[in-house]
T-cell receptor, first 113, second 111 residues
Framework: ETGVTQSPTHLIKTRGQQVTLRCSSQ?????VSWYQQALGQGPQFIFQ???????GRGNFPPRFSGLQFPNYSSELNVNALELDDSALYLC????????????FGPGTRLTVL | SQQGEEDPQALSIQEGENATMNCSYK?????LQWYRQNSGRGLVHLIL?????REKHSGRLRVTLDTSKKSSSLLITASRAADTASYFC???????????FGDGTTLTVKP
């Protein structure tokens, strides 16, 4: 157990809808990163938040957005869902930026129908 | 294309044997990390090696890093059935502000 929690565990949405996924970071960590993992592939970096500011972004369109709150928990929002958004969404917390070890949550399985 | 690419894609061995997985990457890195994932669950951090290190050990794990060849290897010695999982390398480039994972090696250890 890493101390990183994510909710919900599973989620089913339809195309065009919007979804919000949540992540609580490990105590003492001020950085949260979000990843998308399609079946049979490795995690793809979406973005990272450090002290409530976006601190790096992968190749994802603007309909993927996020927030980090003063308690360092975080949300990932995806608008206008597409079928290809079906994946396991992972968040990882760390004390600093990417140079530090990242501790992953169990993930949210999103299915878009 | 992926920054980090693991090789082989799949590996099947008997309990007690050693397992070696390789990772190649394309651009400069600050550090490289290896992770393990059991069947669609969260990733577990195994070991971090910095760009100025060449080898690191942790229990039955040994990681090497060759920055001139842009490659790393993970060796698991005396494997156990519980080591069955997918293993990923992640290359970290702080200038680019991102971590990049490969598609992993699926290891099966037969009892």
């Amino acid at each position: 157990e890493t101390g990183v929690t994510q909710s919900p565990t599973h989620l089913i949405k339809t195309r065009g809808q919007q979804v919000t996924l949540r992540c609580s970071s490990q105590s003492g960590h001020n950085t949260v990163s979000w990843y998308q993992q399609a079946l049979g592939q490795g995690p793809q970096f979406i973005f990272q938040y450090y002290r409530e500011e976006e601190n790096g972004r992968g190749n994802f369109p603007p309909r993927f957005s996020g927030l980090q709150f003063p308690n360092y928990s975080s949300e990932l929002n995806v608008n206008a869902l597409e079928l290809d958004d079906s994946a396991l969404y992972l968040c990882a917390s760390s004390f600093a930026d990417h140079t530090d070890t990242q501790y992953f949550g169990p993930g949210t399985r999103l299915t878009v129908l | 294309s992926q920054q980090g690419e693991e090789d082989p894609q799949a590996l099947s061995i008997q309990e007690g044997e050693n397992a070696t997985m390789n990772c190649s990457y394309k651009t400069s890195i600050n550090n490289l990390q290896w992770y393990r994932q059991n069947s669609g669950r969260g990733l577990v951090h195994l070991i971090l090696i910095r760009s100025n290190e060449r080898e690191k050990h942790s229990g039955r794990l040994r990681v090497t890093l060759d920055t001139s060849k842009k490659s790393s290897s993970l060796l698991i010695t005396a494997s156990r059935a519980a080591d069955t999982a997918s293993y990923f390398c992640a290359t970290i480039n702080t200038n680019a502000g991102k971590s990049t994972f490969g598609d992993g090696t699926t290891l099966t250890v037969k009892p």
